[in-house]
Nanobody, 127 residues
Framework: QVQLVESGGGLVQAGGSLRLSCAASGRTVSTYAMGWFRQAPGKEREFVAV????????YYADSVTGRFTISRDDVKNTVYLQMNSLKPEDTALYYC????????????????????WGQGTQVTVSS
């Protein structure tokens, strides 16, 4: 089992920045990739970014490319999401997830690729 705890959410004005963190504990040795998803009220949970744990290779949704950066610290077992140039449409509950299946990163844009999920952290961007 892997436990994931997100932090770093909050209220920010449009154009501002936030950095989300996701601390992993438990059986993390089997983690292949860690990703971020978000869910706005009344909408489906959507993919944001994923990072391959060993290599640090990232993959992003088109909507955040150039604005968000995913990274990881393998000593702290923590993945980060640096969010810049935030827009009101980025407002959502942001979830961290971990997957153990060695498939291509684009496959990790699907919720079904993940084995573990955190509880989420709220990000609100005001206009």
């Amino acid at each position: 089992q892997v436990q994931l705890v997100e932090s770093g959410g909050g209220l920010v004005q449009a154009g501002g920045s936030l950095r989300l963190s996701c601390a992993a504990s438990g059986r993390t040795v089997s983690t292949y990739a860690m990703g971020w998803f978000r869910q706005a009220p009344g909408k489906e949970r959507e993919f944001v970014a994923v990072i391959k744990w060993n290599s640090g290779l990232p993959y992003y949704a088109d909507s955040v490319t150039g604005r968000f950066t995913i990274s990881r610290d393998d000593v702290k077992n923590t993945v980060y999401l640096q969010m810049n140039s935030l827009k009101p449409e980025d407002t959502a509950l942001y979830y961290c997830a971990a997957g153990e299946i060695p498939v291509s990163l684009p496959r990790y844009s699907r919720r079904s690729a993940y084995d573990y999920w955190g509880q989420g952290t709220q990000v609100t961007v005001s206009s």
